[in-house]
């Protein structure tokens, strides 16, 4: 269950900051969620200091992403000509990945920087998705539409970006009435009409706006191989109504990643699981394993730990469910 008030995100900051001191391998991506929290929970002050530990450490995995997050989180509190001198630090050292790009991007769209971050994402969409591509990662498919969005704000004509944004977007509703700026008129109407599509339109983007909590991670599945279920559920068989077999619960998963991505969410993402490492996990919580709301957190605490294979996968590659067959002949075939 995520964190609902900010109370919530405080205390699951503080959480994974133990979780940080406990397993040090998996320190950066700890203490990046703990950092989203605390600037979801509105204490951005608090989460400098996470970023500057994790920049003076030796080697830090991924310095870029860091370096964006901390200047998204500088300006927030009013710290702008040093966010802006950390942005221009970053885009002079092209980054290798989508979120740390995303992330500049919509720092600069938040703060009406618009022709900025309009130029940030077709540079990262340069870099990122060749041209031709039929198959373009999941990542590099929310910057286009990123891209889409603020071009519509500066009212640019559509070009070769925007259409394959346009040919890439699944949602009911497209992303030109979705990035429409006279949406913000239908906000004052007393129509009742205009008022329940305005309702459709922003359940349909729901998830798509980047907030800090999501950036850098997926919001992730539990996947358990066949042995590992049957050990689990020989151990816990009170989990036996959440596993009935080893098939529906693959074919759960896929159901439930499609649902998400239909909704827009971002970062969708595979973690596998294990019963030693969830019977530590548990232990760690003084939680029971056979506490079935336990599964989640520990879906979400693997992923914040980078342990987590994005989704989809190329229609040619692997499947996530262990297969090995390319996707397009596995789960990728399922309808629902």
Excluded at 36 to 44: F, K, R, T
Excluded at 82 to 96: K, M, Q, S, Y
Excluded at 125 to 148: I, K, T
Aim: proline residues 8%; hydrophobic residues 40%.
């Amino acid at each position: 269950m995520r964190p609902d008030t900010p109370a919530d995100h405080i205390t699951e900051a503080e959480r994974l900051l133990r979780t940080a001191a406990q397993y040090p391998e998996d320190r950066e991506p700890l203490l990046l969620r703990a950092a989203a929290h605390l600037e979801v929970a509105g204490d951005p002050a608090r989460a400098t200091p996470l970023y500057d530990e994790l920049l003076a450490a030796d080697a830090p995995e991924n310095p870029q992403l860091i370096r964006a997050l901390k200047a998204a989180n500088l300006w927030e509190y009013g710290h702008e000509a040093e966010a802006r001198a950390i942005i221009a630090g970053v885009r002079a050292t092209p980054p290798a990945d989508a979120a740390a790009w995303e992330v500049l991007a919509e720092t600069l769209e938040a703060h009406d920087e618009l022709e900025e971050s309009e130029a940030t994402f077709t540079t990262a969409a340069e870099a990122l998705v060749a041209a031709g591509d039929e198959e373009v990662p999941y990542p590099a498919q929310s910057l286009l539409a990123g891209r889409h969005r603020v071009r519509r704000l500066l009212a640019l004509e559509h070009d070769g970006w925007d259409r394959l944004a346009d040919r890439l977007h699944t949602a009911p509703v497209s992303l030109d009435e979705l990035h429409d700026p006279k949406r913000l008129w239908a906000l004052g109407s007393s129509d009742p009409a205009e008022l329940q599509a305005e309702i459709e339109r922003l359940r349909s983007e729901l998830g798509s706006f980047r907030v800090a909590l999501s950036r850098p991670f997926p919001v992730a599945v539990l996947l358990w191989s066949e042995a590992e279920l049957d050990e689990l559920l020989a151990a816990y068989p009170e989990l036996e109504s959440e596993y009935p077999t080893h098939r529906a619960h693959l074919t759960d998963l896929e159901a439930s990643l499609r649902e998400l991505a239909a909704a827009g969410t971002p970062n969708l993402g595979v973690v596998r699981g294990t019963v030693p490492s969830y019977e530590a996990f548990a232990a760690s919580e003084a939680t029971a394993p056979s506490n079935a709301a336990l599964l989640p957190q520990y879906a979400t605490t693997l992923a914040a730990r980078g342990h987590a294979t994005p989704w989809p996968p190329l229609r040619t590659a692997p499947c996530w469910c262990g297969s090995q067959r390319p996707y397009a002949d596995c789960h990728g075939t399922q309808r629902f």
